[in-house]
C-alpha cells in the first residue's frame, strides 16, 4: 500500500507541471478538470484505504489541497495566476499522500496486519 501512496504522490507532484503545460498544447478546461477529478478520486482512494485515514492531520491537509486547486481552477484566487495556485494546490495533495505513505512504513501498521492473511496450518 506503502508503495502505492508514493506513487500516488509522484503523480499528483507531476501533474501540476502538465496542466501547466497544457495551454501549449490546446487542451480545454474540461481537460484541466477531468485531471483535478482524477487526481482526487485517485488520491483520496490511496488515503481511504491505507493507514493515513486515521489520522485527521493528513486527511485535512488533502482536503486543503484539493479546495485549493479546485478554487484555482474555478477562478476564485484571481488575480493569481491559475498555473501558480493549481500547481500549490497539487504540491499539497502530493504533500498529504507523501505523508501518508510515511505513516505505512514508519512501524507496524494496523491496516496492513488486517489485511494480512494468518497461517491457519498451526
Not at 506503502?2 to 481537460?31: I, K, N, Q, R
Not at 485531471?35 to 481511504?48: E, K
Not at 491505507?50 to 486527511?59: D, H, I, L
Request: hydrophobic fraction near 55%; aromatic fraction near 8%.
Amino acid at each position: 500500500m506503502a508503495c502505492a501512496a508514493v506513487w500516488c504522490g509522484v503523480h499528483c507532484a507531476l501533474t501540476p507541471f502538465l496542466v501547466a503545460a497544457a495551454p501549449a498544447f490546446a487542451l480545454s478546461e474540461g481537460v484541466e478538470r477531468a485531471v483535478w477529478a482524477g487526481t482526487f478520486v485517485l488520491g483520496a482512494v490511496m488515503l481511504v484505504l491505507g493507514p493515513a485515514r486515521r489520522n485527521a492531520a493528513v486527511m485535512l491537509i488533502f482536503l486543503g489541497g484539493t479546495v485549493l486547486w479546485a478554487a484555482s481552477l474555478a477562478g476564485w484566487l484571481e488575480p493569481l495566476p491559475e498555473t501558480a495556485t493549481s500547481t500549490a494546490g497539487s504540491l499539497v495533495l502530493a504533500g498529504a499522500l507523501f505523508q501518508g505513505a510515511r505513516i505505512c512504513q514508519a512501524g507496524p501498521c494496523e491496516v496492513c496486519d488486517e489485511e494480512e492473511p494468518t497461517d491457519q496450518r498451526g
